[in-house]
């Protein structure tokens, strides 16, 4: 006989008895109970161990191999049919608690993205800080350097150096705030050209350097006037330098900060350059045009022309005091009011606004850091 046809010695009726459909549907059942109970993933990873991996469906599967060949194909159908109804129960199940998941991120996660912040004001650098950045730019991109000096400034440095002598009228005490005691020889700085005997005294020719700071004087604080402003200062000296050189870096300057307009220069006084002269530039509003057009200017007050500032070709007396021999070197020096330059540039006509401070002056410049 062939043994494959063989009857089944194996074969147990008591062991396959969970193939019995009663038991199977009873299987069936108590999974579908286990995975509705489930209340979370983890308890239904849990149900799934127990009623689908290995539960009582499962184990009939493994026992089909020991039924007689005839009774193989009706018991592996109704297996795989409470196989696959506990898969679907544990799938839907597992779909809805997802789902639920889901929903709950949801709503623990959610941003009202309409609810008024407490928003916090960036900072940004006061205009006055923004164009004195501006005009050391311009000489800074032709390969001028910086040089500083202190605010609180030796009389020797702030005048004697600068040949203002001890009668000169700027040294009088409703012009300089004298550090106490009052003969002690120091002083709050009354302007930047000190800047210009320290860095002779400490370089040596070629010289260009750009100097902006703090300067100091008795006014008080009003539309045109205020106790504390800032100068630029500059100085260049050099073998050959002419008022040719001088009025030509002041043209640069100017069409650098005010636009394509012309320059015209004054003859003057300051003690520390010789010759010394005002430079005006055409107003960069009414371009200086029709008569009628030009007297309503509140930039140039109708003259059609704006103050700059003083220069001159620095004093022989002032290189001699600084150990710079007159007949090799010259140089020439020119220095203006930062204050007045944003004025004219952005039309301040208060300098209170400049000085007090108020953000809602300096936003009107951008948040420029
Ligand atoms: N220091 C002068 C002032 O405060 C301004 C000035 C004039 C500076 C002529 C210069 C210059 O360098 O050459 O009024």
């Known amino acids: 006989m062939d043994p494959m046809s063989g009857p089944n010695t194996s074969y147990d009726p008591v062991a396959v008895a969970a193939l019995e459909p009663a038991a199977l549907e009873a299987a069936v059942a108590a999974a579908q109970a286990a995975f509705d109970g489930a209340g979370t993933l983890d308890a239904l990873k849990a149900a799934r161990l127990a009623h689908l991996d290995k539960g009582a469906v499962a184990l009939a599967r493994r026992e089909i191999g020991a039924l007689p060949p005839t009774a193989k194909a009706e018991a592996g159908k109704r297996v795989g049919d409470a ?43 006061h205009p006055l800080e923004l164009t004195q950045e501006r005009l050391m730019d311009i000489f800074v991109g032709q390969g001028w350097e910086v040089a500083e000096g202190p605010e609180v400034e030796s009389e020797w440095m702030n005048f004697d150096a600068l040949n203002l002598g001890k009668d000169h009228p700027a040294r ?24 210009q005997i320290r ?21 008080d604080l009003d539309a045109t006037h205020t106790p504390v402003f800032h100068q630029i200062e500059l100085l260049a000296v050099d073998k050959g330098l002419t008022m040719a050189h001088l009025r030509g870096s002041i043209d640069h300057f100017v069409r650098a900060m005010f636009g394509d307009v012309r320059t015209r220069v004054r003859a003057s006084y300051f ?48 290189l001699t ?33 400049i000085v007090e401070g108020d953000v809602r002056f300096s936003a009107q410049f951008g948040m420029a850091v």
């Open 271 to 318: 003690p520390f350059t010789e010759p010394s002269m005002e430079t005006d530039f055409e107003c960069f509003v009414c371009l200086g045009g029709d008569p009628l057009v030009r007297s309503d200017c509140r930039t140039c007050g109708g003259s059609g022309w704006i103050e700059l500032g003083g220069s001159g070709m620095v004093n022989r007396k002032v």
């Open 83 to 125: 196989m696959a109804a506990v898969r679907t129960a544990y799938e839907a199940r597992e779909t809805a608690l997802q789902a639920e998941a889901a929903e709950r991120i949801l709503v623990q996660e959610r941003v009202d993205v309409t609810m008024p912040v407490a928003r916090r004001a960036v900072g940004a650098r």
């Open 199 to 219: 860095t002779m005294l400490t370089r040596t020719p070629p010289i260009y350097v750009v100097a902006p700071g703090k300067v100091f004087r008795t006014d």
């Open 321 to 353: 005091a600084c150990g710079i021999d007159p007949d090799v070197y010259t140089g020439f020096a020119f220095g203006f009011g930062i204050e007045r330059a944003l004025q004219l540039r952005n039309g301040v006509s208060d300098m209170r606004d």
């Open 172 to 195: 009088q005490m409703q012009d300089t705030f004298f550090v106490d005691p009052p003969d002690g020889g120091l002083v709050l700085r009354t302007q930047t050209s000190p800047i």
